[in-house]
């Protein structure tokens, strides 16, 4: 299936833990995102990436950080989790830079939970 | 900075009847207004788009508006049913940044039978 993936789907570690998240799409689009959702349905970008360069860097914790190894994977690892991290992390994807009307394809989506 | 809000943040209309959720906008030189549905469990799907140089799109039961001097656009579904039930997130593009979409805060439609 062509689509954008994610591995976990769900998570559950404890404080101060650091763990990843990992995100593939075979769509073969040029740009990824990162999303955070909160409790209310809050969706909120974090990062985005275009061809391994980070093109959007929005007011996070360095705690995250984003990794992408190639176009089609974008990884986010979390150092030192808190209680307000829990949340569900959507990985997208889309062609272009998006200076065009591109859609942005999501993930399925990765319930986090800190304890 | 730029800004989306959308209105209400619940809807329940009875089957058949006509759904309608609003945005605004701040950010004048945003020319790009998305429409994603959320269903259950799963991630945000496009389901309508609509730019800055056309005023109305619509994709059978699906329509959406654009009012670029009030900065306002809306979502219309009629003759809603059950699978319509989710949760719809309007958005906007910033001109200035070239990816940056900026979503409204949801709105969870109810169909009720």
């Known amino acids: 299936d062509t689509a954008v993936s994610q591995t976990p789907k769900y998570l559950v570690t404890q404080m101060g833990n650091d763990k990843s998240i990992k995100c593939e799409q075979n769509?073969?689009?040029?740009?990824m995102y990162w999303y955070k959702q909160d409790s209310k349905k809050f969706l909120k970008i974090m990062f985005s990436?275009?061809?391994?360069?980070?093109?959007i860097n929005e007011t996070v914790p360095n705690r995250f950080s984003p990794k992408s190894p190639d176009k089609a994977h974008l990884n986010l690892h979390i150092n030192s989790l808190e209680l307000g991290d829990s949340a569900v992390y959507f990985c997208?994807?889309?062609?272009?830079?998006?200076?065009?009307?591109?859609?942005?394809?999501f993930g399925p989506g990765t319930r986090l939970t800190v304890l | 900075g730029e800004n989306v809000e959308q209105h209400p943040s619940t809807l329940s209309v009875q089957e058949g009847d006509s759904a309608v959720i609003k945005c605004t906008y701040s950010?004048?030189?945003?020319?790009?207004f998305p429409w994603y549905k959320q269903e259950l469990g799963k991630g945000p799907q496009l389901i309508i788009d609509?730019?800055?140089?056309?005023g109305e799109k619509k994709d059978q039961r699906i329509a959406v508006t654009l009012n670029k001097t009030a900065k306002h656009f809306s979502l219309h579904i009629t003759e809603t049913q059950p699978e319509d039930s989710a949760v719809y997130f309007c958005?906007?593009?910033?001109?200035?940044?070239?990816?940056?979409?900026?979503f409204g805060s949801g709105t969870r439609l109810s169909i009720r039978p």
């Open positions: 997208a994807s889309s062609q272009g830079r998006g200076n065009r009307n591109n859609e942005q394809f």
């Open positions: 769509l073969g689009h040029d740009t």
């Open positions: 990436y275009n061809n391994k360069e980070l093109i």
């Open positions: 950010d004048s030189a945003s020319n790009y």
């Open positions: 609509i730019r800055s140089n056309v």
């Open positions: 958005a906007a593009r910033m001109y200035s940044s070239a990816s940056k979409i900026i």
